[in-house]
């Protein structure tokens, strides 16, 4: 599974497009039928999100009245006052708490899923491959069926309703190891780990110096595609907390649209709430996407 | 030569205390937070109430196979199988030939911007399905959507269309996700490949559908597991498209039914539901991996 990923030669991002000679063959109808679908498909991915910058924009009123893809009066930061204002901040709250889930939990699950992958990938040891399905059957236990499990026994230690209940179980991602070891397997030579031995550098300290350095874009990866799914999570905080100040955005945004019909204010909220609970996300992935499209690109696949 | 085996040995000793290092701590936590659950689901999906007299206190006995039995009969949890498989049936089909076009049209010399196209199709997926759900929701709502023309006519969130609308959201998040798997998987086949076709005279679209789809088949196997499992596992958009919608129940998904049954509460049948469903899950997307592999062999 991970030898052809190992000895291949890879492209990478830029150096691509087959040579002009055959481009210049292509017909102008084909060219023009492929813009218009990509076109197309612009539209229909953007199109949502442009609807909700814009909504985010308007007074209330404005909201039902005027084109809903076009701007009226100006109103954003008044929206963002009366968000983050409203009930004393708590969405500020919730928005620290999905980082702090996000961010520590992806972190650490980074860290662990990166020893894990190298150790397997650099180090022979009884039940090496065993000990990799397991893992690799992890990767096919969806995080929503293990929510309702994880309720029962966190309930048993009386620790629902609690940061660890969502925090503990994020930090977990077979995945990750997955990514780790193919990726170690192709990018750290064992020439490399031998002449480290012989400078008497320890295995442990060699990893954290050099194979991490090596392993970056996929680590970036890693910690990427974990912090969404985390920030994204749904059910496990759902099932695990009661307590509102303990919500990520995701949650409290969801609880807030169920009570729209009650409290129709709230609408609005809901709105602008939607668009800043995204902007963190596309930042850090515009930001990174050098390292996680490579990251991708070399070790995601096979 | 006495000197490098002791060295030797030694090294053995640290490799050891290294891989414990390298190893416990994702170690101890996947036997935690994903051996122990699965365990403790089994063990509490053989548990049953019983209660002495109407009134009595309630206490949890070894009930054997019971709950399984209430989980084979209960059929609001059959049709949100059957439904799910349905909307997996269309949805992940659509959604994987939209994300192969798409890859194929942006490896090919037919389009310019492919930077812009790729990141404009990516974005949706740092959209969280719940945020998504509820920005469809109020775009399918007639009273606020800008498509009035469209939603005036048809009810998007009537009880016959609501599937495909939720079906819809989950396919704008995740298009743009698995077309970057494949289009990296396209961006790794050697050039060399191609000049052989050129000299041919073969055109694009016969490279794509001789050269490049045979050679991305592995990466639509992965995307297609993927997508299976998420399909098998929908709660977040149904879940919110609750508040725009009745005809989405309680039971529309199977984890809805699991939500729903386990906050009755009745922990057990919820239980035991899981364990079934994971089941299904795992064969299900074994069995594709199985199928296909076969057929990329011969």
Redesign the interface.
């Known amino acids: 599974m991970t030898e052809s990923t190992d000895t291949r030669t890879l492209r990478t991002q830029g150096t691509k497009k087959p040579a002009r000679d055959g481009g210049i063959r292509e017909s102008a109808v084909s060219r023009t039928v492929a813009m218009a679908v990509m076109i197309v498909a612009t539209l229909y991915f953007l199109t949502p999100l442009w609807w909700l910058l814009v909504a985010s924009t308007k007074t209330r009123s404005d909201f039902t009245t005027t084109n809903p893809l076009w701007f009226a009066d100006f109103a954003l930061f008044d929206n963002v006052a009366a968000l983050v204002t409203y009930r004393d901040g708590v969405f500020l709250q919730w928005l620290a708490n999905s980082a702090l889930y996000a961010g520590v939990g992806a972190l650490l699950a980074t860290l662990f899923a990166a020893m894990a992958g190298y150790a397997i990938a650099k180090y022979t040891f009884r039940g090496r491959e065993t000990l990799f399905n397991v893992i690799l059957g992890g990767v096919l236990v969806p995080a929503t069926a293990l929510a309702l499990p994880l309720f029962l026994l966190f309930s048993q230690a009386g620790a629902t309703n609690t940061i660890w209940a969502v925090l503990l179980p994020s930090l977990v991602s077979p995945f990750g190891v997955y990514l780790s070891r193919i990726y170690a397997a192709a990018s750290v030579p064992d020439e490399i780990i031998e002449a480290a031995r012989i400078d008497g550098a320890g295995e442990v300290r060699t990893f954290f110096t050099v194979a991490t350095r090596l392993m970056a874009p996929a680590l970036v990866t890693i910690f990427l595609f974990q912090f969404v799914a985390i920030w994204n999570n749904f059910f496990l905080p759902l099932i695990m907390l009661r307590d509102e100040s303990l919500f990520p955005v995701t949650l409290g945004l969801y609880v807030w649209n169920t009570q729209v019909s009650q409290i129709p204010d709230i609408r609005a909220l809901v709105v602008i709430g939607s668009l800043l609970s995204i902007i963190p996300l596309i930042v850090t992935f515009l930001a990174l996407q050098r390292f996680w499209q490579s990251g991708l690109a070399n070790g995601g696949l096979k | 030569m006495a000197r490098d085996t002791a060295v030797k040995a030694s ?1 053995a000793v ?2 050891k ?3 414990a ?3 416990i ?3 101890s ?2 036997v ?3 051996v ?3 365990l ?2 089994i063990y ?1 999906s053989l548990l049953t109430v019983e209660r002495e007299g109407t009134f009595g206190p309630a206490v949890q006995v070894f009930g054997g196979l019971t709950q399984y039995i209430a989980v084979f009969q209960n059929e609001p949890f059959w049709a949100s199988i059957g439904r799910v498989l349905l909307f997996g049936v269309v949805q992940v089909p659509v959604m994987l030939g ?1 994300a192969l ?2 890859a194929l ?1 942006l ?7 492919t930077k812009f ?1 790729r ?14 759900a ?6 399918y709502s007639p ?4 498509f009035t023309a469209v939603t005036s006519s048809v009810n998007f969130l009537s009880a016959e269309l609501v599937l495909w609308s939720i079906a819809n959201v989950v396919t ?1 998040v995740y ?2 996700y698995n077309m ?2 494949i289009y ?2 396209l ?2 086949i ?2 060399e490949i ?1 000049e052989a076709a ?1 000299l041919d005279g073969a ?2 679209f016969r490279i794509a559908f001789s050269i490049k789809i045979p050679l991305v088949v ?2 639509l196997v ?1 995307t297609g ?1 993927f997508s299976i ?2 399909t ?2 929908l ?2 958009e149904p ?2 498209f ?2 725009f919608s009745n005809a989405v129940t309680s039971t529309f998904t199977p ?1 809805l039914t ?2 729903s049954t ?1 906050s009755v509460p009745n ?1 057990s049948l ?2 035991a539901m ?1 364990v079934v ?2 089941l299904a ?2 064969v299900l ?2 069995t594709v991996l199985k199928l296909t592999q076969r057929r990329t062999a011969s």
Not at chain 2, 107 to 113: A, E, N, Q, T
Not at chain 2, 119 to 132: G, K, N, T
Not at chain 2, 134 to 139: A, K, R, S, T, V
């Open positions: 090294n640290s490799h205390k290294a891989l290092v390298f190893l701590p994702f170690g936590l996947f935690l937070f994903y122990v659950p699965i403790y689901a509490q939209v076009l798409l049209l490896d090919s010399p037919l389009v310019r911007g196209f990141l404009a199709f990516f974005a949706p997926y740092a959209v969280p399905s719940v945020i998504a509820i920005m469809w929701g109020f775009l009273n606020l959507s800008p704008w298009v743009g970057l798997i990296s998987a961006l790794s050697p050039q191609y050129r055109g694009q592995p990466a992965l597991i499992i998420g098998l596992q709660l977040a879940q919110v609750q508040s984890n699991i939500y386990a922990i919820a239980a899981s469903l994971a899950t795992f997307s074994f």
